[in-house]
């Protein structure tokens, strides 16, 4: 599990209502009670889905959970151990040549690179190498927008929802002014339903739609670093010199990792 996302989540619902608890005073727990409104609860939540779900097709809207997946699972990207594999490849390639990466295709865990090397290996022009390499990445990145789009869309529609709750409920509270005793607590209700609009948008699907931005930022990194490989390997490249310039792709920090022999990959082609 990612615990960037679970470890964010959790802390900001804690501070929140613990600050509710506090703000309650001697009341304590009991005051927590008042934030419970199934009504206000029905339209952010049930208003949310629909109006979220009305922008996409069902196809997409229906994959929500494997977003949510991509957003709560770990992913390693290890970029020091693809280049160190890809630097063995080229090792192989230079003194054995090209078609004895065949042998080594099997052992590629990353599927991107995996595809890479079949293409060398095939004998595919590289120039048709590149570009179908790139394609891959381009239509990738076009499925994981919907992912990112789906989430800040319901971050959109979610205060407005609330407030559409507030309006109801005060409507309700103005048709009953004569009610003086119950007018303070029926105003207080009225205002739950924006709370919740603005909590999930805030706390849940901005958050979600900007993790998986960096997710899938992070994916197409890795995949740049895989399709510059593969085109120095199938150029004839010197290991050295494709060692460095995919090195130079990484972070200084991580210029110093050692360099594992054939990392795989966590990162495939496609979360999405």
Not at 61 to 86: C, H, R, S
């Amino acid at each position: 599990m990612n615990l960037g996302t679970i470890v964010g989540l959790v802390v900001a619902i804690i501070c929140i209502f613990a600050a509710a608890l506090v703000e309650a005073g001697h009341e304590g727990p009991a005051a927590m009670v008042r934030l419970l409104n199934f009504p206000g609860a029905l339209i952010v939540f049930g208003g949310t889905i629909g109006a979220t779900m009305t922008c996409f097709s069902l196809k997409d809207f229906l994959k929500v959970g494997q977003y949510l997946g991509v957003a709560f699972k770990e992913t390693k990207t290890e970029a020091p151990g693809l280049i160190a594999q890809m630097v063995q490849f080229a090792e192989v390639a230079r003194k054995e040549g090209l078609l004895k990466l065949e042998e080594l295709v099997s052992t590629v865990e990353n599927t991107f690179l995996r595809k890479g090397i079949q293409l060398i290996v095939d004998g595919t022009d590289p120039a048709v190498t590149r570009e179908i390499l790139e394609n891959e990445v381009n239509c990738m990145e076009e499925r994981h927008k919907v992912g990112v789009q789906l989430f800040q869309q319901a971050g959109g529609f979610a205060p407005t929802m609330g407030m559409i709750g507030t309006v109801m409920g005060l409507v309700n509270v103005l048709a009953n002014l004569n009610d003086t005793a119950s007018l303070g607590p029926a105003i207080s209700t009225a205002f739950i339903a924006t709370f919740y609009g603005v909590f999930t948008a805030n706390i849940l699907w901005l958050p979600l739609a900007t993790k998986l931005k960096a997710l899938n930022k992070q994916e197409v990194e890795i995949c740049q670093i895989i399709i510059e490989g593969v085109s120095s390997i199938q150029a004839g490249d010197h290991p050295r010199v494709i060692n460095d310039k995919l090195v130079a792709f990484l972070s200084p920090s991580k210029r110093e990792l050692p360099q594992v022999e054939a990392a795989g990959g966590a990162v495939g082609v496609d979360n999405g």
